[in-house]
């Protein structure tokens, strides 16, 4: 098998992708509030929206751009320069301590921008190489639906180090779930583990949980295998939050949901930390092997 040489993101300690090959989700939801919940971690946090074909990040964090651009205002970024001098860099915007950039920064909301996939691809690419992102612990894209580009370009050319799948209970949202888990078992992309959003309904008069999707009742083993790392109900307070730009994590943090998202990014740091000493191990056996030593000799002393 040849051996594949990605890129790593320089400042980027860990690159994280969140996808699913089913849109309606929730992937930019959970982006959001998962990227909040590292940073309230003391985390350094960046958030790339990478659906250019409709980045919704901007107004889930309060940064709309209402008005369409025009002329030079909606050139998109697309040089295939990598490296730039970092002057000539974009500087993302910082909202609740989140380092943020979309496509939606250079285009009206309600403005179609249509690339070719392949297009698509390099777009992506570029905003990560034409941003200034600082040192980050985590930066996190949030992918467009399915499993073409910017995916395919991402997984053949940047060093991802997990990629975290959204889904929803039905079996028609695991199914896609699958084809996605399989496409990045394939780039050898690490899968950190499952989001099972809209996971019941809150009622905002009982507080009850209530069943919306039908649980899937098909085992997907390779679905099931995965750990969980959060299960977030359906909450219509959290809905609205939302969409006045004010993320569940912030606007209810005592709320389910919030909670979820908080749990879910501890058990995301774990993993990552987890990871990390297991690379850091499998790339040092000799200290390994010398501490391990060291130690004996200094047992056999005390003998």
Not at 65 to 72: D, E, F, L, N, P
Not at 147 to 173: F, K, M, N, W, Y
Not at 212 to 229: A, G, H, K, M, T
Request: net charge negative.
């Amino acid at each position: 098998m040849q051996h594949i040489q990605r890129t790593r993101l320089e400042q980027v300690d860990t690159l994280l992708v969140v996808g699913s090959g089913k849109g309606g989700v929730g992937k930019s939801t959970v982006s959001v509030n998962l990227a909040v919940a590292l940073a309230q971690q003391g985390l350094r946090v960046g958030l790339l929206d990478g659906d250019a074909y409709g980045p919704s990040i901007p107004m889930m964090l309060g940064v709309r751009k209402r008005a369409a651009s025009k002329g030079s205002e909606a050139v998109l970024p697309l040089a295939e320069r990598k490296e730039l001098p970092r002057e000539k860099k974009l500087q993302p915007l910082v909202r609740y301590g989140v380092k943020i950039m979309s496509v939606g920064f250079f285009i009206g909301e309600e403005q179609a921008v249509a690339p070719m996939p392949d297009v698509l691809g390099m777009l992506i690419r570029q905003l990560l190489y034409s941003v200034d992102w600082g040192d980050l612990d985590y930066l996190l894209i949030d992918l467009p639906p399915g499993t073409s580009e910017p995916q395919a370009t991402l997984c053949r050319e940047i060093h991802l180090d997990g990629a975290i799948l959204v889904t929803t209970p039905q079996d028609i949202a695991r199914i896609d779930t699958a084809k996605a888990l399989a496409m990045f078992q394939q780039s050898s992309v690490p899968v950190l583990g499952i989001m099972q959003n809209m996971d019941g309904f809150l009622c905002p008069h009982c507080g009850g949980h209530v069943d919306i999707f039908p649980q899937s009742q098909e085992v997907r083993s390779v679905l099931d295998v995965l750990p969980v790392l959060g299960r977030i109900p359906l909450d219509p307070a959290a809905v609205v939050s939302g969409d006045k730009g004010h993320p569940v994590i912030i606007s209810l943090p005592d709320s389910p949901v919030a909670q979820a998202f908080v749990l879910a990014g501890q058990q995301l740091a774990s993993l990552i930390q987890q990871q990390h000493h297991q690379i850091s191990s499998s790339q040092n056996p000799a200290a390994v092997s010398e501490d391990a030593l060291e130690g004996k000799t200094e047992h056999d002393r005390e003998g």
